[in-house]
C-alpha cells in the first residue's frame, strides 16, 4: 500500500514543502528538522504499517461512521480497530497525531445521520524557540 507524504521545512525564505511516495514506512532523503504529514484514505495504516517518520497523519474512510446514535456509537465501521478511529483527532500507538474526517461523501448508501459531512482547515504554526 501507499500513500502521500508532504514534508514541510521550514527555511529562511519561507516554507518548503516537497511532497512524496510513501510505501510501507520507507521515506528517503528526510531532515530531522522536517514536519512530515502522513495522508492516508484509512486511520488503519497508522496502526498497522510503522509510520514513525510522520508528524501528523490525515485519514478518512470511516466516513465519521455515517449512520450513528446520536454522533457517539456507530453500528457499523470501515476500520479493523472499530470506535477507535471514528472521527476527530486520534492518536496510534506511537502516539502521534491523526485527524480522520467525516469527509463530504458517503459510501454505498447516500445517507447521514449525527455524522455531519465536513471539509477540515488545518493551519500549521512553526514553533518558535
Known sequence: MACICWSIRWTPCGVAVSGFL??????????????????????DYAEDVPVTNSDLILAGHTHGGQVTLFG???PIVPS???QRFLSGLKYNSKNIPMIVTNGIGT???AIRMFAPAEVVMIVLHRLTD
Open 22 to 43: 510513501w510505501r510501507a514506512g520507507a521515506i528517503l532523503g528526510l531532515s530531522p528538522d522536517d514536519f512530515v504529514i502522513l495522508l492516508t484514505h484509512t486511520p
Open 72 to 74: 457517539l456509537y456507530a
Open 107 to 109: 459510501s454505498q448508501k
Open 80 to 82: 479493523h480497530y472499530g
